[in-house]
């Protein structure tokens, strides 16, 4: 009988180094952390949620991303999110957060919503 390991938070996420100094500045000195969820919307079906928390919730997988940044992924967007990559990309004079997310089988046009493979 052979013996399996599983690690929960390996691949989960992982968040760019550009990504990393975004969310450290916006934190500064406070405990909180940076929580990922996604919520039902659009016209494709989900959209990404990004919440500043406290603390995880209890069944949040939690990820150490540095010594002044630690991320929670709710676990019911697990399946949605695994394997994304978080980037904080500059276009022109804006900033924003980029989902890199390999399971993605069809977004919407103006980008607010996707819906992921079964």
Known sequence: MAVETFVPSASVITVTPSA??????????SQQIIRFSTKESGCTGYAYVVDYADAPQADDEVIQVSDKLTVAVARSAIPMLRDTEIDYVKEGINGLLKFNNPNIAEACGCGESFSVKS
């Open 20 to 29: 990393v100094r975004h969310f450290e500045s916006k934190l500064g000195s």
